[in-house]
């Protein structure tokens, strides 16, 4: 074990710009030698991050290790200013109180009582795209409407307003795309818009999930004070669809460029879920790493000594490319049996929507196999145009014919 907190020797990172969905490959050096590296992000204090699988999981689950921590701290990040991170930004039990709240909208079993009103979403969708003519953007006229429309039936949010709480929800995953007072803006009028929905489900209740955080609030303020609960709100209403707005497009970009895949799908549908868990692995949804852990007693992690008050930051893609948890782990395996991918996190931050992802990516790939076999890029993938400024990698836009 080494014992090391030397803040010149920490390298700047992101270690890179990203690339399309590449992964560095500088990590696997690091798993490989240096598992637990010293970094400055371009803001706040330096950082360890960690890289490897078993180590990434310590630092996510271990209690040991504090997102709480960081409030009061100049936090490693990719902006300048320090964000609200709401529940993000809480340990047990205060996390785990509001968390159980949520948490009865995305069990598994009421995911599946969604799935057939997805696959009617996504049939709909997709038969638009048909009509509409190739080339297509599959970004505008899948990507991103289905995953909107599902999360407003599950919280109760009207669809009229998706052009606009999409609009704000760029505040909550931008780091260079927004200039700071126009994030502020967004997330304030977010928030306002929130507020304005739970106003009037004390006039008219509903049994949506804003409704029943409203009956929670109402019936025990204890448990949740209102402004816990309009930020909650909005988190999930943000994340609840970001995320798989950009990894639709991910999913079918890899399987269109990747040799063969698509074929193999077409012959064996049975493998969607797998290719699916396979996908999430494979993909670096993340274009950096943030929110930092700070270690509340001295740990020893990756043959390192992180001392108390440190913040640790990990690697999720580096995690899901180590080769001592993943046999072949640059290559996308669609059948790959065991598969314990860290895409949606671990520990109590694990994402809540995770199921909900799952069945929507599903649902995404079964409907675009079935009813457009032929499907293939419109135009060569050098000429793909690329997020920046942004937490998550994702296409601008996807042309494809079928």
Same mark, same amino acid.
């Given at each position: 074990?080494?014992?090391?907190?030397?803040?010149?020797?920490?390298?700047?990172?992101?270690?890179?710009?990203?690339?399309?969905?590449?992964?560095?490959?500088?990590?696997?050096?690091?798993?490989?030698?240096?598992?637990?590296?010293?970094?400055?992000?371009?803001?706040?204090?330096?950082?360890?991050?960690?890289?490897?699988?078993?180590?990434?999981?310590?630092?996510?689950?271990?209690?040991?290790?504090?997102?709480?921590?960081?409030?009061?701290?100049?936090?490693?990040?990719?902006?300048?200013?320090?964000?609200?991170?709401?529940?993000?930004?809480?340990?047990?039990?205060?996390?785990?109180?509001?968390?159980?709240?949520?948490?009865?909208?995305?069990?598994?079993?009421?995911?599946?009582?969604?799935?057939?009103?997805?696959?009617?979403?996504?049939?709909?969708?997709?038969?638009?795209?048909?009509?509409?003519?190739?080339?297509?953007?599959?970004?505008?006229?899948?990507?991103?409407?289905?995953?909107?429309?599902?999360?407003?039936?599950?919280?109760?949010?009207?669809?009229?307003?998706?052009?606009?709480?999409?609009?704000?929800?760029?505040?909550?995953?931008?780091?260079?795309?927004?200039?700071?007072?126009?994030?502020?803006?967004?997330?304030?009028?977010?928030?306002?818009?929130?507020?304005?929905?739970?106003?009037?489900?004390?006039?008219?209740?509903?049994?949506?999930?804003?409704?029943?955080?409203?009956?929670?609030?109402?019936?025990?303020?204890?448990?949740?004070?209102?402004?816990?609960?309009?930020?909650?709100?909005? @988190? !999930?209403?943000? =994340?609840?669809?970001?995320?798989?707005? #950009?990894?639709?497009?991910? %999913?079918?970009?890899?399987? +269109? $460029?990747?040799?063969?895949?698509?074929?193999?799908?077409?012959?064996?549908?049975?493998?969607?879920?797998?290719?699916?868990?396979?996908?999430?692995?494979?993909?670096?949804?993340?274009?950096?790493?943030?929110?930092?852990?700070?270690?509340?007693?001295?740990?020893?992690?990756?043959?390192?000594?992180?001392?108390?008050?440190?913040?640790?930051?990990?690697?999720?893609?580096?995690?899901?490319?180590?080769?001592?948890?993943?046999?072949?782990?640059?290559?996308?395996?669609?059948?790959?049996?065991?598969?314990?991918?860290?895409?949606?996190?671990?520990?109590?931050?694990?994402?809540?929507?995770?199921?909900?992802?799952?069945?929507?990516?599903?649902?995404?790939?079964?409907?675009?196999?079935?009813?457009?076999? @032929? !499907?293939?890029? =419109?135009?060569?993938?050098?000429?793909? #145009?690329?997020?920046?400024? %942004?937490?998550?990698?994702? +296409? $601008?836009?996807?042309?494809?014919?079928?």
């Amino acid at each position: 074990m080494t014992e090391t907190t030397h803040a010149t020797q920490a390298r700047p990172y992101p270690f890179s710009d990203p690339h399309r969905l590449d992964v560095d490959p500088r990590y696997a050096g690091l798993r490989r030698d240096e598992p637990l590296v010293r970094v400055q992000l371009p803001f706040g204090e330096p950082a360890w991050l960690a890289t490897r699988h078993a180590d990434v999981r310590t630092v996510l689950g271990d209690p040991r290790f504090s997102r709480a921590a960081a409030v009061g701290r100049d936090e490693p990040r990719s902006v300048p200013y320090q964000r609200e991170s709401g529940i993000l930004g809480m340990d047990p039990p205060e996390h785990s109180r509001l968390r159980r709240l949520a948490a009865k909208a995305f069990t598994a079993r009421r995911v599946e009582e969604l799935r057939p009103r997805t696959r009617e979403l996504a049939d709909e969708l997709v038969a638009g795209m048909i009509a509409a003519g190739s080339p297509a953007d599959l970004v505008a006229h899948l990507a991103t409407p289905l995953p909107i429309r599902v999360i407003c039936d599950l919280l109760g949010v009207p669809v009229a307003d998706q052009d606009r709480f999409h609009t704000w929800s760029e505040a909550i995953v931008s780091t260079t795309s927004l200039r700071p007072e126009v994030a502020e803006s967004y997330l304030d009028q977010l928030l306002s818009y929130m507020a304005g929905l739970v106003a009037k489900r004390r006039v008219t209740p509903t049994d949506d999930l804003i409704g029943a955080m409203v009956r929670a609030r109402d019936e025990n303020a204890d448990r949740l004070t209102e402004d816990e609960m309009v930020r909650l709100a909005a @988190g !999930l209403l943000a =994340a609840g669809h970001e995320t798989t707005v #950009t990894q639709i497009p991910n %999913l079918v970009y890899v399987l +269109l $460029t990747e040799p063969d895949v698509w074929q193999r799908l077409l012959d064996e549908p049975s493998l969607v879920p797998s290719a699916v868990e396979e996908l999430l692995r494979f993909i670096p949804l993340g274009a950096t790493s943030a929110f930092a852990r700070y270690a509340l007693t001295d740990v020893e992690l990756g043959g390192v000594l992180v001392r108390a008050g440190e913040p640790v930051l990990v690697s999720i893609h580096s995690a899901n490319r180590d080769e001592t948890v993943f046999p072949d782990a640059d290559r996308l395996v669609l059948d790959r049996e065991a598969n314990p991918h860290l895409a949606f996190g671990h520990g109590p931050h694990h994402c809540i929507g995770a199921q909900l992802a799952r069945m929507e990516l599903q649902v995404v790939l079964e409907t675009l196999l079935t009813r457009t076999p @032929g !499907l293939r890029l =419109a135009v060569p993938p050098a000429a793909l #145009t690329w997020k920046s400024g %942004l937490l998550v990698r994702g +296409l $601008t836009a996807l042309p494809v014919n079928w």
